[in-house]
């Protein structure tokens, strides 16, 4: 595979992350910029970080909740496709996305599937636990069974939930860039238990990630 000719835009939520990337990828094509929590400050982040340079590709990196049975704590998911989970509006009969509400801005980005595929071979040849599939994008971590299971029934496939990616994607879409979203599991998605989160390993394996993104890109 040819190498990605052009700037990065690593955007990744908190300063531990940041860190935990730039140990994997010093590379001067690559700038790594906070975007805050969320998928609103990610957004904004990102539209400022694209006015103020030139960039080819837009990567939203960082930890996330990983469904269990999906992918494990300390494994890696590259998102196929980033889904906003929380945008839209509750009925009797579930949740209704706001493509389903017909106001036409939709709630799923495709990511670059040629560097889907080249980035997730390359980091399970090195031995990486790696899972191609949708990620989901919540302005609020999950902290119940009962939303687990709704998540998990509405997007049967989805592998993973964080809080950044559809608004770093939105950003990307609108100055017609190519995106991609890692995410290292951290905990698993659930009842919300804090001190079992494995930040330590969740933060090295993203930058074991880091690396072999460099490597490929
Ligand atoms: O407390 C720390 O030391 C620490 C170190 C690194 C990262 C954090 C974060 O809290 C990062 C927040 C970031 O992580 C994503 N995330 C992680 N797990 C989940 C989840 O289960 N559901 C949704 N998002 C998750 C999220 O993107 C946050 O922005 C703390």
């Given amino acids: ?93 579930g949740f209704l996305s706001l493509d389903e509400l017909g106001f036409g801005s939709s709630t799923r980005i495709p990511t670059e599937s040629s560097l889907v595929l080249a980035l997730s071979s390359a980091l399970a040849d090195t031995g990486l636990p790696v899972h191609t599939a949708p990620i989901l994008t919540l302005s609020t971590v999950t902290g119940t069974q009962v939303t687990a299971d709704r998540l998990a029934e509405f997007e049967p496939h989805a592998a993973a939930e964080a809080m950044e990616g559809y608004g770093v994607a939105l950003a990307a879409r609108e100055n017609n860039l190519p995106v991609l979203e890692i995410r290292a599991i951290s905990n698993a998605v659930g009842p919300r238990d804090r001190g079992a989160w494995k930040l330590k390993e969740a933060l090295e394996a993203l930058t074991s990630a880091s690396k072999v993104m460099m490597e490929v890109l």
């Fill in 1 to 93: 595979m040819n190498k990605l000719n052009g700037r990065i835009l690593v955007m990744t939520s908190v300063q531990q992350e940041k860190e935990a990337i730039e140990r994997g990828c010093q590379d001067n094509r690559v700038d790594v910029v906070l975007a805050g929590v969320g998928p609103v400050a990610a957004a904004i982040s990102t539209m400022k970080a694209l006015h103020a340079n030139t960039y080819d590709l837009v990567i939203n990196a960082g930890i996330a909740g990983g469904f269990p049975d999906r992918a494990e704590v300390g494994s890696l998911v590259i998102a196929e496709e980033i889904v906003c989970a929380d945008l839209g509006a509750e009925s009797p009969e």
